[in-house]
Each structure stands twice: as structure tokens, then as C-alpha cells.
């Protein structure tokens, strides 16, 4: 089959550091049939400086600042491909990634569904710190379920290529979303969808301390909007997706207290009052008695690395299923010696202490290295909320 035109857009403010990595991993896809569009959205750097010395090896438009959404959607609007693959300006694409989506659409013999997959996390030194494989969480026939995995935070906006039925079927980018248009989009995308997906990594994505996910506008808008999605998701596509939908809700309850300081959830307290009973609270034993298997103590000790968005969320859980972990633990040393929701947050060395008797539980996006960390510093049981995810899904809160 012949191999259609895929349109690569990559939107940009001021981004004269990461900007030429990005561009120069789309120009190398192995996938021949391409178009770049860079699109700059009002910068004031040396970013088209940069973009116009790749001459006619992209497309190049120029606009006054208006927001991600707005660059993005005039990069729709000008392309020419059948398929729609969004690259951050700081971020770089496996130079077989658009060949790997491909391969997979033929030989599903759908060339229209959406594909996504893995990515790998980098520093500002250009070192790669973890390996987001989402099959350690979640198996291929969640990960391909409709919204799961934009529900479960797995899915990253700039690995799925996208054919141009779905924007005919949703429309573009919600320009009046400066902050959370990537999960508005991938929603609307998604939804109901049985979509495709790559275990190879697809996209390498750059960790920055500007780049606004910490936030406070940030985090109080992705809460309001992951209400949303609870909201307007009818139990008939929870139960499709979540063998408990009361643990769903717990879940988006939980992702809007570590997002927000003054969380207010109570529609969807309203919701989980309203659905069917579940199974007996008793089956959360059993809960418990998978944590035991993560150790030879009877009843270890409980810590959680990680005190920021996935430490929050995991502490909610386990204490909303009877399971009170005992303390916090991360390298923030500004983090040591304060109560993070209740819970005391200790140094690594203060941890030393109980490494013989101690489950730590990594929650973080770079999980590898801390757990490198700790099996250096002599720690018998470490795991991870990425390796627990799945099983704390599967038990309805007791609370």
C-alpha cells in the first residue's frame, strides 16, 4: 500500500534551546512521506532564526502569540497529510516512530485508528532518567480502551498519529484552554475509541522546571478539567473501562487533592453515592495480603517515595482502602520534616534505619533511578505505584 503524507507540527515559543533537536527528529524519521510545519507562535527569541535555516525542508508560519492551541490548529489548518502527529518544540520523536505507527495501522488493516505508545523521560543534561513502559501498569487491552489511558495519566500527547477522520469527527485544539487543551483534545479523541498501541518508545520528552506543570493555574485547571471527564462519562463507559467504577471515581477524587490545595469533588462524591454496591468491603484483604507478597516481614512497615502528584494520589488510595502507610520519604531535602496530607515525611538516611523491615513504594515518573537509589543504600523491599496501579484499581475504596 502506498504510503500516505503525515503532517508533523510542531508549535514553538521562545524555543531557540530545544527547537533544532526537535526539528532535526522529524526530518530524520525513517517513515519517508513527511511534512513539517513548525509554527511560531509570536516568539521573541532566535526561534525563526532557527526555523528558516532548514530552508524548504519545512514548512514555516509565523504568527503573533495566542497559545499552544491557537499554533496548533493553524498547523491543521495548513497541512496536507492524511495523518496529524503533534511534536513539542523541547521534545524529540524516535526517528522510527511514524514507521512503527505505520507498520502497526497495516497490520491491523485500519489505517485509521488512533496510535500511541511508549516514551522515554530525559533531563536537562540529555540523560535519560526512566522509561515510561505502560504494560508494567496496565494491560494492552486497558491501555487501548478508550480514554484509559489519559484517565490513568499514562498517555503523552505527542506520541499518538492521528488520521484526519477524527478532526473532521472532533474538531481541532479548544483555543479558549491555554493550559489543558492537550487533554481536552486527546479526550474528544479518544473517547469511545478502540485505539492502537506501540510498546517500543516513540517519543523522548524532556523534563523542565519552566515548563508549567507545577504551577498552581496549571494544577487547579487540570483538576476542574479531570472533573469534568468524571462527569461527563456515563457509568455504562466507566464499567467498560474499570472492573470498579467506584475505584474510578476514587481515583479522579484523588487526582483533583494532589492537583488542587482547597480540592472541592463533592459532584463526584454525588456520583459514587448513586452507583450500584460493588463487591464487599472484605475483599480489600486480599489487598492487603498482595503487599505482603513485596515482602518476607508479616506486616512491613509502609513508606512512599515521593511526595509530589503521584505520591498524593497513592496515599488517598491506600488510606481510602484501610492501608495507612507510616511515612514519606523523597530527596527534596526542603520536603523533610513536613507533614505532606497528614503524613511525616523523613530523609533517606532516617529511612536507613528501617531498610530491613521497610516496603517502599516509588511513586514517581523516574522510578528507575530512585529505585536504583535505594537498592544501593541496602533497602530489602522496594516497588513501585506503576507495578500496583492496576491491583489497587481493582478494589473499591472502603471509605
Known amino acids: 500500500m502506498e504510503q500516505p503524507l503525515i503532517s508533523i507540527i510542531i508549535p514553538v515559543y521562545n524555543g ?10 522529524a526530518l530524520s524519521q525513517t517513515y519517508p512521506n513527511i511534512e513539517v510545519i513548525v509554527v511560531n507562535d509570536g516568539s521573541i527569541d532566535d526561534t525563526e532564526q532557527i526555523a528558516l535555516s532548514y530552508g524548504k525542508h519545512i514548512r514555516y508560519y509565523s504568527k503573533k502569540n495566542g497559545g499552544v492551541s491557537t499554533a496548533l ?10 495523518y496529524f502527529s503533534w511534536l513539542a518544540h523541547d521534545d524529540m520523536y524516535a526517528l522510527n516512530k511514524l514507521e512503527l505507527q505505520w507498520s502497526v495501522l497495516m497490520q491491523n488493516n485500519d489505517k485509521t485508528a488512533i496510535v500511541h505508545g511508549n516514551y522515554d523521560l530525559l533531563d536537562t543534561k540529555n540523560h535519560i532518567v526512566s522509561h515510561m513502559v505502560q504494560e508494567e501498569s496496565y494491560t494492552i487491552e486497558q491501555l487501548t480502551n478508550s480514554v484509559f489511558p489519559l484517565l490513568m495519566s499514562t498517555l503523552h500527547g505527542c506520541t499518538p498519529l492521528i488520521h484526519k477522520s477524527h478532526l473532521t469527527r472532533i474538531g481541532v485544539f479548544n483555543e479558549n484552554l491555554p493550559l489543558t487543551q492537550d487533554y481536552d483534545f486527546m479526550f474528544r479523541a479518544f473517547r469511545g475509541q478502540r485505539t492502537l498501541f506501540v510498546s517500543e518508545p516513540l517519543l523522548t520528552s524532556r523534563l523542565r522546571d519552566d515548563s508549567g506543570k507545577s504551577d498552581s493555574r496549571f494544577m487547579i485547571a487540570s483538576s476542574k478539567q479531570y472533573e469534568g471527564f468524571a462527569r461527563t462519562l456515563t457509568y455504562d463507559e466507566v464499567k467498560h473501562m474499570f472492573k470498579s467504577p467506584r475505584a474510578f471515581y476514587s481515583r479522579m477524587v484523588a487526582v483533583i487533592k494532589a492537583r488542587k490545595d482547597t480540592p472541592s469533588a463533592s459532584e463526584i462524591y454525588e456520583l459514587m453515592d448513586k452507583l450500584p454496591a460493588e463487591v464487599s468491603d472484605a475483599a480489600n484483604s486480599d489487598l492487603i495480603e498482595r503487599f505482603k507478597e513485596n515482602s518476607s516481614v508479616i506486616m512491613p512497615a509502609l513508606c512512599i517515595f515521593g511526595v509530589g502528584f503521584h505520591g498524593k494520589i497513592l496515599n488517598y488510595e491506600l488510606a481510602h482502602r484501610g492501608i495507612m502507610i507510616d511515612c514519606f ?21 532516617e529511612l536507613e534505619q528501617h ?3 521497610m516496603l517502599v513504594i516509588v511513586a514517581a515518573d523516574v522510578s528507575d533511578s530512585i529505585v536504583a537509589q535505594l537498592k544501593s543504600a541496602g533497602f530489602k523491599y522496594i516497588t513501585t505505584k506503576k507495578s500496583l496501579d492496576a491491583l489497587i484499581l481493582a478494589y473499591p475504596p472502603t471509605i
Not at 73 to 80: A, H, K, P, S
Open 73 to 82: 490548529n493553524l498547523g491543521i489548518e495548513q497541512m496536507c497529510g492524511e
Open 329 to 349: 520519604c523523597d530527596n527534596n531535602a526542603s520536603k523533610h520534616g513536613t507533614n505532606i496530607d497528614g503524613v511525616h515525611c523523613v530523609s533517606l538516611n
Open 16 to 25: 531557540e534551546k530545544y527547537l533544532r533537536e526537535a526539528i532535526d527528529s
Open 355 to 357: 531498610k530491613s523491615d
